[in-house]
């Protein structure tokens, strides 16, 4: 069973960036046809999926936080990474990682693996 695990600072302030960080333990993150998501969800708002990273390294991004946003990964770590510039207050939110095989775009949390989720809220 695939575990996850966000780690991160927990305050950020506006106009910063964001930097979470995933790790993957009981597979490895280049294994076929897996897809590695971050989602987040702002208080009192649904899950919105921010963007993945494919097995073969390739990244994806919702429209809206594309200009801002960027995936990486480290595989002899097993670890992705998201980087979200710019931030403001309206980035608050528990930010997920989560991998799913063959599902990129994860809104459910009883789809694929997603690890605890962690606060970050943005405020000076």
């Known amino acids: 069973q695939v575990q996850l695990q966000e780690s991160g600072p927990g305050l950020v302030k506006p106009s910063q960036t964001l930097s979470l960080t995933c790790t993957v333990s009981?597979?490895?993150?280049?294994?076929?046809?897996?897809?590695w998501s971050w989602i987040r969800q702002p208080p009192g708002k649904g899950l919105e999926w921010m963007g993945a990273i494919a097995y073969s390294g390739m990244t994806y991004y919702t429209p809206s936080l594309k200009s801002r946003t960027s995936i990486s990964w480290d595989t002899s770590k097993n670890q992705f990474t998201v980087q979200l510039s710019s931030v403001t207050p309206e980035d608050t939110a528990v930010y997920y990682c989560?991998?799913?095989?063959?599902?990129?775009?994860?809104?459910?949390?009883?789809?694929?693996?997603w690890g605890q989720g962690t606060q970050v809220t943005v405020s000076s």
């Open positions: 009981g597979g490895s993150i280049t294994t076929p046809y897996y897809y």
């Open positions: 989560a991998g799913a095989l063959h599902t990129m775009v994860l809104l459910d949390r009883e789809q694929g693996s």
